[in-house]
């Protein structure tokens, strides 16, 4: 089995690319992309863990401006599949591994205030608690007082030694990872879920950051 990012029709890539920049400009809105920091994808074609195609963010672009040069298409290693100029984004061999290893459809990384207190405040821990705060519900997890435990990963300089790492925390269950004092990944089935779960992190976060700081003040 293989084929080309040729196969993949225009109609397809097109949609894509539109997609990542309507959703690339609605995150900018939320100051979700501070510094030029994120990332952002979305899977085209056929899925063999094998090989599999998608679009990127291209690598240190302002993220809150629209332009011809925001995208390109890799392979799944991370590999320009087409003649470009443009570098994929330095974090692109996460995003591969989450493919390989989910099949998921986009995958989403921002870096806030809120995700890099709570990866540093539960860094030493290895994952993030969370117990029994509705949004839990949009990882489609319907238990009543559900619990969930959300890993962090150490910050590494060098991406691939991060991206090692993803297999061993990976949870059906739960589409995301936090990287410490850096940012969240979040992933799923398409942009719609992957921007569903993403939202709910953030949510989560920012309820973790306020409650702990709530608790000091009894
Ligand atoms: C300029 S700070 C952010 C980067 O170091 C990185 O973490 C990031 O999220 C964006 O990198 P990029 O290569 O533009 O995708
Ligand atoms: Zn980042």
New binding site residues.
Partial sequence: MSFNLADISLEEKRRALEELADVKELFASRNWFP?????LSIRIGDFHPEQFYFAV?A???DKTKRTPEDFLFVDQYGKAAEATNLKP???TLIHCEIYRLTGCGAVF?V?TVFNNLISEYYGEQGAVPIQGIELIKAFNIWEENAAIDIPVLPNYADIASIAKLVPGVLNDQLPGILLRN??IYAWGRDVFEAKKHLEAFEFLFETTYRSLLLKTLK
């Fill in positions: 510094g030029t920091s994120g990332n963010t690598s240190g672009k984004s330095a974090e990384h870096h850096h940012g």
